[in-house]
């Protein structure tokens, strides 16, 4: 079966203004196709352009050149009003520094996408223990943040972001705080999503993992794309 493109880019740049003087070329000429149904992990060194590449490719900011388009709808196009409705329809991110709100529990942080989304309060319950119980943390529902380990909260964000059923999931490194078998529970819950033919783009330091899960590695450099690797057979 032939596989959609999903997300592509066109000369991708992304310049931080300092001030007068100064800028940062964060992105600086990214071409990228990545398929509906793909497992793609990025590794680079700290300060590369990740996670601003992974904020770009999902319409949370926008580039200073180029365009990303997502099937066939240009985000640039979109009003800010359009673009956050997209967002919170097609696509879950896991965040790097993981935020949740600190007054809320656990079960309320990952009920926020679902309260955009108008769902009554029944289907937001069955949705919402579906993903704590599959991130390991149905005992944890009623916690806030403060009441919680590092890894937990972490995987608060990783259930908020896979709760709405996104088409794509974006993660940035999120085992960061996770021990090897708690790690291995969410490399297994991506390939599930990945083989429910949604899309999985996640940042990692952890080459085992990139290389043991995902269907393609891809090396970023100073904002700019040195090497892709596809990992796994097309056929298989
Ligand atoms: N809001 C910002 N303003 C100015 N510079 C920024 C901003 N965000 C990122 N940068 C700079 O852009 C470059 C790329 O940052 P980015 O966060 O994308 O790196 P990264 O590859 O995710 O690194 P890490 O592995 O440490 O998370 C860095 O040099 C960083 O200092
Ligand atoms: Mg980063």
Redesign the pocket.
């Known amino acids: 079966m032939e596989n959609k493109i999903i997300i592509r880019t066109e000369n991708l740049h992304k310049d ?1 203004i ?1 001030n007068k003087e100064s800028k ?1 070329s ?2 600086g000429g990214i071409d990228l196709n990545i398929e509906q149904g793909e497992f793609v992990a990025i590794v ?10 992974m904020q770009l490719l999902s319409g949370i900011i926008l580039p200073t050149q180029g365009d990303v388009y997502y099937r066939n709808t240009n985000l640039n196009k979109l009003s800010n009003k359009e673009r956050a409705a997209f967002r919170n329809k097609e696509i879950g991110f896991v965040f ?1 520094s993981f935020f949740v709100e600190k007054n809320l529990t656990a079960y309320e942080n990952v009920e926020i996408p679902l309260l955009i989304q108008d769902i009554d309060k029944k289907e937001r319950e069955r949705r919402i223990e579906l993903a704590l119980s599959q991130v390991g943390l149905s005992k944890r529902k009623d916690h806030k943040p403060r009441e919680m380990s590092g890894g937990e909260i972490q995987r608060v964000c990783i259930a908020r972001a896979m709760v709405t059923d996104p088409e794509v999931i974006f993660a ?2 999120p085992t960061g705080q996770l021990d090897f078998a708690t790690s291995e529970i969410i490399m297994e819950l991506f390939t599930k999503m990945k083989n429910e033919n949604k899309t999985v783009i996640m ?1 990692t ?1 952890n080459e085992t993992d990139a290389r043991k899960y995902a269907d393609r590695l891809i090396r ?1 450099q100073d ?1 700019k794309i040195t090497s892709e690797e596809k990992l796994k057979d097309e056929q298989a």
């Open positions: 931080f300092l940062v964060a992105i680079g060194r700290s300060g590369s352009g990740k996670s601003t590449l790097q940035d490194e940042v330091h970023i904002g």
